[in-house]
T-cell receptor, first 115, second 114 residues
Framework: NAGVMQNPRHLVRRRGQEARLRCSPM?????VYWYRQLPEEGLKFMVY????????ESGMPKERFSAEFPKEGPSILRIQQVVRGDSAAYFC?????????????FGPGTRLLVL | GDSVTQMEGPVTLSEEAFLTINCTYT??????LFWYVQYPGEGLQLLLK?????DKGSNKGFEATYRKETTSFHLEKGSVQVSDSAVYFC?????????????FGKGTHLIIQP
């Protein structure tokens, strides 16, 4: 029973390039969450998606960042025109259904380094 | 808004010592509370959780009790091992009408020396 999968595990980009981070939720999970962890900081919520819907994007930066979770395939977090401040670990989590009590299961993260 | 405050680290203990990592929260309503653990270079793993007041979550010798009167969820373990060295995160979620994002504390780095 595979857990949450993220790829790539490490990504290096130069300033101005685009970064695409992928997340495949656990089997049977239809809710996906993205978090960002800056060095020496806790995780900050970015966005919550269900299949083909963005439910809550209150933590997403207003510019350059977007996320999707299509009917088929993984969820994608896209960062356009990356800057050095985007260097961080990006974690994806998934949960099976609507519930305040449902546990979120985390992937291993993608560590983005912007040169 | 909601917030979680954890004790600053790093916390350094000797093997077999008693562990307490303090966590307090600010939230409206009745959040669910969690402790997650992160080992170097890995993602977060759920350690334990509690969903209502006076609930006690426990796993692998770790315990935490949901105290609504003090808005706390302190993590404890009676005898730590070197393998417990990791970063521990306290978190909450409100789930207004559905599951939503977790609010995390900044994390406490625990170092256990042999």
């Amino acid at each position: 029973n595979a857990g949450v999968m993220q790829n790539p595990r490490h990504l290096v980009r130069r300033r101005g390039q685009e970064a695409r981070l992928r997340c495949s939720p656990m089997k049977g999970h239809s809710h996906v969450y993205w978090y960002r962890q800056l060095p020496e900081e806790g995780l900050k919520f970015m966005v919550y998606l269900q299949k083909e819907n963005i439910i809550d994007e209150s933590g997403m930066p207003k510019e350059r960042f977007s996320a999707e979770f299509p009917k088929e395939g993984p969820s994608i977090l896209r960062i356009q025109q990356v800057v050095r401040g985007d260097s961080a670990a990006y974690f994806c989590a998934s949960s099976p259904r609507d519930s305040t009590r449902e546990t979120q299961y985390f992937g291993p993260g993608t560590r983005l380094l912007v040169l | 808004g909601d917030s979680v405050t954890q004790m600053e680290g790093p916390v350094t203990l000797s093997e077999e010592a008693f562990l307490t990592i303090n966590c307090t929260y600010t939230a409206t309503g009745y959040p669910s509370l969690f402790w997650y653990v992160q080992y170097p270079g890995e993602g977060l793993q759920l350690l334990l959780k509690a969903t209502k007041a006076d609930d006690k979550g426990s796993n692998k010798g770790f315990e935490a009790t949901y105290r609504k009167e003090t808005t706390s969820f302190h993590l404890e373990k009676g005898s730590v091992q070197v393998s417990d060295s990791a970063v521990y995160f306290c978190a909450l979620t409100q789930g207004r009408g559905g599951a939503d994002g977790l609010t995390f504390g900044k994390g406490t780095h625990l170092i256990i020396q042999p």
